[in-house]
T-cell receptor, first 112, second 112 residues
Framework: DGGITQSPKYLFRKEGQNVTLSCEQN?????MYWYRQDPGQGLRLIYY???????QKGDIAEGYSVSREKKESFPLTVTSAQKNPTAFYLC???????????FGPGTRLTVL | SQQGEEDPQALSIQEGENATMNCSYK?????LQWYRQNSGRGLVHLIL?????REKHSGRLRVTLDTSKKSSSLLITASRAADTASYFC????????????FGAGTILRVKS
């Protein structure tokens, strides 16, 4: 059963804590992306990676960090430096020969 | 700033009617994509239209592209209650690893 999985579905964080959101894909895609979605808005790019052990900042990378140690996995850490982290986070992947991105089901992060 | 802007922001129709959503963008594109998002879920790719195409069909979906006006439209014919969702157009921004640049989306509600 191919696809992208994200966990957890819901995540609650206290102020000052770091949290890590998981994203795994078994589509054998080289490129992976993290987007943030706020209510009533489109998606904004946080980080992306086109190859293992390499990643690039997107439009709103401040307060976030990522790693890409395996092709299948692209975890996102929301650090305490992110001042307004409450949002819906979406991970996507893409075959480098195509333009279509395939999205996971998302993680809703709430800061208490 | 966001590349794509959808119009209208919200649309409410009766089951069986057609729904038309419009998208405008700002710069030259290679292709334009439409995605659908059910409430609180990930995005699902619907259709991709390339810059040298003017119209494309997929089932009950019809997409047009007018590069001279930098606009696209998505038509859903014979709508169903299950079509209720948010619809986003997205353009590919190649300088950021092919990130997708989204508008704020159109919220479609199909009443049964």
């Amino acid at each position: 059963d191919g696809g992208i999985t994200q966990s957890p579905k819901y995540l609650f964080r206290k102020e000052g804590q770091n949290v890590t959101l998981s994203c795994e894909q078994n589509l054998n895609h080289d490129a992976m992306y993290w987007y943030r979605q706020d209510p009533g808005q489109g998606l904004r790019l946080i980080y992306y990676s086109q190859i293992v052990n390499d990643f690039q900042k997107g439009d709103i990378a401040e307060g976030y960090s990522v790693s890409r140690e395996k092709k299948e996995s692209f975890p996102l850490t929301v650090t305490s430096a992110q001042k307004n982290p409450t949002a819906f986070y979406l991970c996507a992947s893409r075959d480098l020969t195509e333009d279509t991105q395939y999205f996971g089901p998302g993680t809703r992060l709430t800061v208490l | 700033s966001q590349q794509g802007e959808e119009d209208p922001q919200a649309l409410s129709i009766q089951e069986g009617e057609n729904a038309t959503m419009n998208c405008s963008y700002k710069t030259s594109i290679n292709n334009l994509q439409w995605y659908r998002q059910n409430s609180g879920r990930g995005l699902v790719h619907l259709i991709l239209i390339r810059s040298n195409e003017r119209e494309k069909h997929s089932g009950r979906l019809r997409v047009t592209l007018d590069t001279s006006k930098k606009s696209s439209s998505l038509l859903i014919t014979a709508s169903r209650a299950a079509d209720t969702a948010s619809y986003f157009c997205a353009t590919v921004y190649m300088e950021y690893g092919n990130k997708l640049v989204f508008g704020a989306g159109t919220i479609l509600r199909v009443k049964s």
